[in-house]
């Protein structure tokens, strides 16, 4: 899933104008429904050199979240209890079947559609 920064600090993704909350469920519905594999679910974070800083965290914190939220759900499916509160062996095993990967680039300009 590609989400795109404009200049203006609008987000977009498949052709799709968002909000930074609606990223957060757009990463949860890749991770669960769209990738073939969990482990195949890759977010790209394309900004512009015009993309303030406060947005691209923004956007950085939403994408963050929902993984977050994923680790925390297969924390209490699989051991009962919250993430933080699993031994390092049994997090970096729920990290292994959801990892978090973003790739993140900066173009010199982003063309609004």
Do not use: N
């Amino acid at each position: 899933m590609v989400v795109e920064i404009h200049g203006a600090d609008e987000l977009q993704t498949q052709e799709q104008r968002l909000s930074v909350d609606a990223i957060y469920d757009a990463v949860r519905e890749l991770v669960h429904y769209r990738a073939t594999s969990p482990k195949k679910a890759i977010v790209q974070l394309q900004s512009s050199v015009h993309t303030s800083y406060e947005r691209y965290i923004q956007v950085q914190d939403a994408i963050r979240a929902a993984y977050h939220q994923l680790w925390e759900e297969r924390a209490q499916q699989q051991f009962g209890l919250a993430y933080k509160q699993l031994e390092k062996a049994a997090q970096c095993s729920i990290r292994a079947q959801l990892p978090f990967v973003l790739a993140e680039s900066q173009t010199e300009t982003t063309v609004v559609q």
